[in-house]
Every structure is written in structure tokens, then in C-alpha cells.
């Protein structure tokens, strides 16, 4: 296997590049990125939509045949919202996160509070559920603002894995083949 890579060792530099390259564009045209994204979630849950409409009506009088249309009626219903009110789905995606992280953070802090016994007073993980719930609360409060730091997280973690690719590339580039 390593020969494989170290041979395509282009392969590593290339994605490092893209990424590096991905990561700086959603720093600096963030508003372009969350419309980008939510277009291709449209389009995505629009086409996915029609494509299990299409087969339910295809296994029409079959058991449960109704359950995929109505599966690919929610599909088209929800692109279609998508494209007509791009906001409205953004809101909905960061209400979802916002909500997820909230209810992360209150099991983790009850999860800590049961290890108390264990852990002797250890708050990192009531910590972490504090951050989470705190974090959630902020997406809520100004989703606006937490549509923003998602991209700008999603950039930077594109920009270090960017980086890392290509110290990877390098360093295969560089290493002698073995032959097994």
C-alpha cells in the first residue's frame, strides 16, 4: 500500500490544494458559500424526491407502495421550499444544529453529574455540555451569526486538512519504494 501512495503521492497534493483552495473561498465569500450549500441541498432533496416518487408509482398496489410516495412527496416538497425560500431552509438547518447541540449538552451535563461519584468532581465533561448548550442557545439567539461561524469553521478545518495533504504529499514524494 505504501508504494501505491507514494507513487500518487500528486493524488494527496492535489486534494491538499482543493481544499486549501475551498477552505479561503468559504472565509472570504461566506454569503455565496451558505447559498451554494443550501442550492445543492435543494437540488439534492428535490431530485432524491422525484426519484422515489417515480419508483413508488412504479410499485403502485404494492404493499406499503403509499409510504415511498409520501416519502418522495416530502423530498419534492422540501427542495421546492428550498428553492423558494432559500432563508427559510437555512434557518431550519441551523435551528437543527443549534437544537441537536443543545441536547447534547444537557445529557452530557446529567452524564456528568451521574460520574460525579466516579470522577470525583471532574467538570470537563459537564464543561463540554455547558459549551455545547451555550452554543446551541447562540445559534438560536443569532442564527444569522451562527450560519457565519459554521462556514467560517468549515474553512478553517478545509484549509488544515489542506495542509496536512500536502505535508503528506511531500513526505511520500520524498521516501524511497520498497519492494515486497
Not at 503521492?9 to 461566506?30: D, K, N, P, Q, S
Not at 428550498?82 to 447534547?104: H, K, N, Q
Not at 464543561?127 to 444569522?144: K, N
Amino acid at each position: 500500500m505504501f508504494n501505491i501512495f507514494s507513487e500518487n503521492a500528486w493524488v494527496f497534493e492535489t486534494r491538499g490544494y482543493f481544499a486549501i483552495l475551498f477552505g479561503i473561498f468559504m472565509l472570504v465569500w461566506t454569503p455565496t458559500t451558505i447559498a451554494v450549500l443550501i442550492s445543492f441541498f435543494g437540488a439534492y432533496v428535490l431530485l432524491d424526491g422525484v426519484i422515489v416518487a417515480v419508483l413508488a408509482l412504479r410499485m403502485f398496489g404494492k404493499k406499503d407502495w403509499w409510504m415511498l410516495l409520501l416519502e418522495g412527496i416530502a423530498g419534492i416538497t422540501l427542495g421546492t421550499v428550498t428553492f423558494a425560500w432559500p432563508w427559510l431552509a437555512t434557518l431550519i438547518f441551523l435551528y437543527g444544529i443549534a437544537a441537536w447541540a443543545m441536547i447534547t449538552g444537557i445529557i452530557e451535563i446529567a452524564i456528568a453529574f451521574e460520574l460525579k461519584r466516579v470522577l470525583h468532581k471532574d467538570p470537563l465533561l459537564a464543561m463540554g455540555g455547558a459549551v455545547s448548550f451555550l452554543a446551541g442557545m447562540f445559534v438560536m439567539i443569532f442564527p444569522e451569526a451562527g450560519a457565519i461561524a459554521l462556514i467560517w469553521l468549515l474553512g478553517l478545518f478545509l484549509i488544515a486538512i489542506g495542509i496536512l495533504l500536502l505535508v503528506l504529499s511531500f513526505r511520500l514524494s520524498r521516501q524511497p519504494s520498497f519492494a515486497f
